[in-house]
């Protein structure tokens, strides 16, 4: 049975993966290893706290002779490498963390890897799994053919730089040290325990505040939006099925402008509302609580400086080679999405107040983002 370290498992996509594994594959070890920055919380982590399999330890991957220990003292032979600093008009502001984490922190985790594995264990099965993202491969226009494996690498933003020279790292390990790696670049993810600073559940929040739905520049950019649970389906699969040293990329084929997507979620709640109304209860300070429509809400506002345009996901080969395919579509998962949003405003609200609310202070200067008083208390 494999023996797992999961980087990052409290953030957003490495938490859904923790619920996913430990339902998939019951009795695995699992370990997380979580420095829990802003983006971490122990919160998403409570459906699991108690299983027998998990156990959390609270510390940094730059932290070389921690995880060291941990590969030791719990015989790992598989990595899933999630923590990163992940949002990119961040990285725009303070690029220092993410060469610090996804840089010197990913390079970190390998040393660790080789050391154990190659020269102390020479241990023949393991694996070191590394999630990436498409934003590596830069941006795409109109009429250009979604990314594919080949693609040239040319990032744009700091964190899409920090990402790229990662993956660059991974793949020299494996070339090098013969180190066992396999690199997914995936597109935006979207799902439940999303930090309300990503597009989706920034909506989704601001939408049940009655708060401005910041749209960047004209809203054309496209991402293509893979549900989480198609995404930690993909990993479980490259980890089972994907060769050493290979990359796959992991899309959702739901290609979509900002614009469309914002006023997808708006029709979403106005419908929601007009359902249930225990909503208009509970999030008074909704316009749909007062029969208005949610997208009266939506604002343009400046945009974010070198803004990729366009991102879009070739799957042929890990459709190919593994037999990876998404299964959520958009309109289910939105509406989903939105759904689990009006049930957990306890997460949201906790993971919400504190350090992030000071960040979004300091960086939006327009003052009508940061409307506060809202009455709503679910
Ligand atoms: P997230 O920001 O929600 O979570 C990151 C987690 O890493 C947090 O729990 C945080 O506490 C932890 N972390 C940060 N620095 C750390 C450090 N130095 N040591 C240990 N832990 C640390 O990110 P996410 O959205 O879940 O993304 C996970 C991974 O997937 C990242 O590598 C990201 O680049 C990649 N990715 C994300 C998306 C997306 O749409 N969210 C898309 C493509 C790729
Ligand atoms: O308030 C907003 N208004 C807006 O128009 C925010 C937060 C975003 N946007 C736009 C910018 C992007 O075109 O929406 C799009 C999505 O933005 P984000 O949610 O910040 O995601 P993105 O920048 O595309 O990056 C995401 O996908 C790739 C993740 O944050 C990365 O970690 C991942 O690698």
């Known amino acids: 049975m494999p023996r797992l370290l999961v980087t990052g498992g409290a953030g957003f996509i490495g938490s859904n993966f923790v619920r996913y594994w430990l339902e998939q594959h019951a009795g695995d070890r699992l370990v997380v290893l979580d420095a829990l920055t802003y983006a971490g919380n122990l919160a998403s982590l409570e459906a699991v706290k108690e299983r027998s399999e998990f156990r959390f330890v609270h510390g940094n991957v730059c932290d070389t002779p921690l995880v060291e220990g941990l590969l030791r003292e719990e015989a790992i032979d598989t990595i899933v490498h999630f923590a990163a600093e992940s949002h990119v008009d961040r990285s725009i502001h303070g690029p220092d963390a ?158 979509c402008e900002n614009l469309s997507l914002v006023q997808r979620l708006c029709v979403a709640a106005d419908e929601a509302f007009r359902g249930d109304p225990s909503l208009a209860i509970r999030y008074p300070d909704c316009p749909a609580a007062r029969g208005e429509p949610a997208s009266a809400s939506i604002k343009f506002v400046p945009d974010r400086p070198g803004h990729d345009r366009r991102y879009a996901i070739d799957c042929a080969k890990i459709a190919r080679e593994i037999g990876y395919r998404a299964h959520v579509s958009l309109d289910a998962g939105l509406l989903d999405t939105f759904g689990w949003y009006t049930e957990h405003s306890q997460w949201w609200r906790g993971v919400m107040d504190g350090s992030y609310r000071r960040w979004i202070e300091t960086h939006y200067r327009d003052e009508s983002l940061l409307r506060t008083g809202d009455r709503a208390r679910s």
């Open 98 to 255: 993410f060469i610090e984490t996804n840089v010197f922190g990913t390079h970190s985790m390998l040393k660790a890897a080789r050391k154990i594995w190659l020269e102390e264990r020479a241990l023949a099965q393991h694996r070191f799994h590394h999630v990436s993202t498409d934003e590596v491969y830069g941006s795409l226009g109109p009429a250009d053919p979604p990314f594919h494996e080949q693609t040239p690498y040319a990032p744009n933003s700091p964190y899409s730089a920090s990402k790229a020279a990662s993956d660059h790292l991974v793949r020299a390990y494996h070339h090098t040290y013969g180190l066992k790696v396999t690199i997914s670049n995936c597109s935006n993810n979207y799902g439940p325990f999303h930090f309300p600073e990503k597009l989706i559940p920034l909506t989704i929040v601001n939408i049940l505040q009655g708060r401005p739905l910041p749209i960047y520049g004209d809203g054309r950019n496209v991402r293509d939006w893979l549900h989480v649970r198609d995404h930690c389906r993909g990993i479980d699969l490259i980890l089972a099925k994907g060769r050493a040293g290979e990359m796959y990329n992991i899309g959702g084929g739901s290609e």
